[in-house]
Each structure stands twice: as C-alpha cells, then as structure tokens.
DNA sequence: CGTAAATTTGAGGTGCATCAATTAAAGTGG
DNA sequence: CCACTTTAATTGATGCACCTCAAATTTACG
C-alpha cells in the first residue's frame, strides 16, 4: 500500500506549458515519426490513411521521455494533455480516503489514455493519476486540438469507442475477478493477463525461451490492483514459486507451467482480444 | 447466490426471430414513436435531430414486454438484437466456473446494452446474461440495420463511446469500492449508486417525502453485485436499519440519514454523473 | 559503501464464508 | 379466501483466509 500524501499544486492554468514537468524531457531528434511509427496497428491512429498521416502529425505535440517511477500527472489536475503510450510501461491508480492506493490500469504501448475526466470544458480534470513503472516513451496531443482531429477524422470516433470497449472488458473482468474469493486467483488472473497482453505487444518484452516477459510491478503494485497486502502477495508467491508454477523475480516474470496457473487464475485469452463494435 | 445451471440451447442461428422468445411479448399498440419519446434525452439517440426520427423509427423492431425475473438473453448466446431500456430494472450478469453469479451492471430507463459481444461478425455472442428485475419494456434494434444506422448518423457513434464512458465510470466506481474492505462500506455504496441514478431519472421511482425509491433488489441480489452472502448481506443491512440509517424492506429503499450514510460508502454524487469526451 | 526501498518472516486477531435450520413472505390453484 | 408451495429473509455456530502490527533481511542504487 502506498499513501500519498503531498498532492501537488495544481499548475496555473494560463501558465501551464509541458515543459513545466519537471520530469518530463523532450526525447532527443530526431522523433518518431507518424507514418514510420511501428506500433500504429495498436494505437488510435491505426485506420488513418496513410495521406491523412502527414497532417495528423501536426496535431501530436511532440515524444516525451518520462523516467521511471515517476508520475506523470495527478488525479484532479487540470487535463491539458492526452497521450498515446509508445514505449514503456504505465499505471493509472486512483487514492482512496483511506490512504490505499487502487490501480485501475495498467499501460502497455499503444494505450491512448489522459481522455477520461472529470467536468466538461478547458477546466476538466484528470480521473486518475498516472505512473511510470519503467522508463516510457509518450506521444503527447494537446487537448484543444483533439476535438477538431476527431471531426476531421470521424474514424477515429469509432476507433477511440472501439478501445474503449477493450478498456471496458478488461475492467471488467477484474470485477469478475473480485468476484472470486482467493488469493491464488487474484494473483494467477493478474499475472496471466498482464503476461498475455505483454506476449501480443509488437516489440514485447516475451522471451519464448524461458516463456517469460519484462516485469516490472513489485509486491505492492500487485497488491494495490488486486486488492491485498505486499505481505500476502509475497507469500502467495512464494507458494507459487514453490509449486514449480511461477518464476517472479528481478523484474521478470516466468510462466513455467501455464496450464496449471491458467486453471487457478481462470484465466482464458479469449478474455482480453480486442472487442469489436457489432 | 445463484446458480444457473440449465444453460439453454442456443437457437439455430437462421430460424431466429424475436417472437421466439417465449417470455417476450409484443407490447400492444399503439407503441411508443421515437420523436414522441419521453426519455429519448437519455438514451442513445439524444442527439438524433426531430427529422432523422421520422426514418431512425424505421429501424428499431418493436417494443417488447418482459416480465419481473424473466432472462433476457443468455451469455453466449448469438447476439441479433440490441436493446434500449423504455421502462423497468435489469441486470447485467456472468456466471461463473464455481456456479456464482457476478452481477456487472444494473440497467435503468435509458440504458442502450446488448452491443458488447464476444467475437465479430454475425455469429458473435452476447457478453452477458440480462434479467429483469420487475416488468420491463424494451426497444430492440436488429443488428442488421445498427451498422448502416451509425454510418447515416455518424454522431451516434460519439454519443455511443460518450455513454460508453459513462459505463466505464460505474465499472471503475466499483473496482475502487471492491478496493475498500468492509461490508458496511460495500453496501453502502451499491445503495447510494442505485439510488442517486433512479433520481436522476426522468420518470422515477423516488418519493421525495420519504427520499424512497421502488428497489427491486434481493439481499442475494445485493451479495451477488458486491461479492457478499447474502446471509452477511442481511445482517448488515439489519445494522444499518438499527442504526436508523436506512430501510430497506419491501421492494422499497429509503435513506433515513443520507449524510451518514455517503461517509459510510465514501459516496460522493459527482461519481456517478456522465461523462463527456474532452 | 551507505542509505533507502523492497522483500521476507512471524504472531495474533477478525470479518466474512460456510453449513445448517427456522421463519416469514409471496404466489398459486382450488 | 384459505391450504399449499415456493422463494426470500432470518438466525446461529464454527472455521479460515487475509489483515495488522512488528521486525529482520535482502536488494537496489547513488
């Protein structure tokens, strides 16, 4: 559980500008281009015509480079930005009154996120606060432009409702999950959806040698999406790692016997393939 | 809980129509015309302009009779028909492997549900089973025509991901409140969210004299939304009528003391309001 | 190499599930 | 309108999964 305590001044609007993050740096030129972008199949872009692909990039502020564990906005701040995930890994979590930290997403490259706020108009907040869990990569569009982009791109409605479904699917499937009463469950379900969005990714971090990918949450961060304590996390852990089913360590995740972990977790991969509207 | 386990068979895809449905009725002329709706500003075709009502009629069916407790559709079974809720209370439920039912959403007047399936095409299967929770009326929209209507109307599709969001909200609303871990809390906040978004409605079930709402709900209904016995459910609920907090008896829902009661479920009615695309 | 962060281990308490019945309410048919 | 049946609500006893508090140990990192 993490509490966070110091919640920082919300920037001024008329003088907020991105480079006023402080942990936020310019990736260096020369920039990803649009039409060269490698994981354009994944994002919201991804059925715009290649012609409409030099404009669109107008619209795109510019590629950010957001160290890790840092945070890139706060719940509540006023939404100036809306980001496509190109590179890294992300969470959106949200902080109770009582302190506990929920984790209400996780980020993989991309997610387009930053869109969902409270209010209407300039002065809509955030809904949750976001974090780097490794050094990421962020493609960045400022929100007065977004409008204009999306009735000049009217595919890109459809598209954005399209991923919001797959958003929506995924949520609730951890409802179903919360639905379910152990420890094993949680953990195994957690587990096998992050490891099987990470295997779909273009460039994932899967090693098909040891059936393992890039894993960077600690025990906290699993216990803060699922609902536990890092101390019975790690137990459950353990007993995994024991039973020969699991290898999580060193920011790395192995799944070693698959069948048997998908049977505790429930867990099927037709759960997380991307939703169509009808 | 409530365990289902006569899973019907799916009809042969070619030989379906609507009036197969056993326990789905016509409702008798003369039927409720789109441009005269009363609840049209809740539902998906808000945005819809006087004149494209006269031909947007053209594709909805009919309007359909169910009764109190009577199922809907089944999960997995072949999606042909989108639903807009006139009139009445369902829910939206799994079943799960170990036999519970994990309600996921609760449907009031106005709802637009049916559209997220699993799969593409044709053949592809509601994501959830509906039932009524009292006698409910419904307008059916064959997938046939939803296609071709969104293309002709192209701001069905923001309002589409627009109302998307909102669901989105409550499913996130819900994750937070699974994140809290005490019964009372649980309750709390399933009773304040049903009860703040019947308010809302347009024709609704509140009595402003006794802040009472009609509520359809079982205790085992309660459990099987928040992940709770119904046995405990009770007990809780009788504490929380002791305590002089509510009444919850009867087909009828009353908050005695609603500021107590938003501290115990952290409920705040900002939670529950729609949301918009920036 | 020193400090903070993350992991690990243990003991003890409790909220809620489970099992097992009883009672009350709501339909249903004669 | 009353017997009959079904469904929902209620009550109690028992057990365990997971939380809490407390501290040691390991790992990460500047």
Chains 1, 2 share one sequence.
Not at 20 to 38: A, G, H, I, S, Y
Not at 80 to 95: E, R
Not at 219 to 234: F, K, Q
């Amino acid at each position: 559980m993490i509490c966070l305590t110091a919640i920082p001044v919300a920037h001024p609007r008329s003088a907020f500008h991105m480079n006023e993050k402080p942990n936020l740096q310019r990736c260096p030129d020369p920039q990803t281009k649009c039409k060269e972008c490698p994981i354009r199949t994944m994002t919201l872009f991804r059925d715009v015509s290649e012609n409409d692909l030099v404009w669109m990039q107008e619209f795109r502020d510019t590629q950010y480079l957001l160290p890790d564990r840092e945070i890139l906005f706060q719940e509540g701040e006023t939404a100036h930005t809306l980001y496509t995930l190109f590179d890294g890994w992300l969470i959106l979590f949200k902080t109770l009154d009582n302190g506990k930290r929920r984790i209400m997403r996780f980020l993989l490259p991309g997610d387009f996120f930053g869109f969902q706020v409270d209010g209407i108009g300039p002065a809509s907040g955030y809904m949750h606060s976001s974090q780097a869990l490794m050094e990421s990569t962020l493609c960045a569009f400022p929100v007065t432009r977004f409008r204009s982009m999306m009735q000049k791109q009217p595919q890109l409605t459809a598209r954005l409702a399209e991923m919001e479904m797959h958003d929506m699917n995924l949520c609730q499937n951890h409802l179903i999950d919360a639905a379910r009463n152990s420890a094993r469950q949680h953990i195994a379900f957690l587990l096998l959806e992050l490891f099987h969005r990470v295997r779909r990714q273009i460039r994932s971090g899967y090693d098909g040698k040891t059936n393992s990918i890039v894993f960077p949450l600690t025990r906290e961060d699993i216990g803060d999406a699922i609902g536990l304590t890092s101390h019975h996390v790690n137990r459950i852990l353990q007993e995994m790692e024991r039973e020969g089913l699991i290898l999580c360590q060193k920011k790395r995740l192995s799944i070693l016997n698959e069948k048997a972990f998908m049977e505790i977790g429930q867990f099927e991969p037709g759960m997380i393939l991307p939703k169509h509207l009808i």
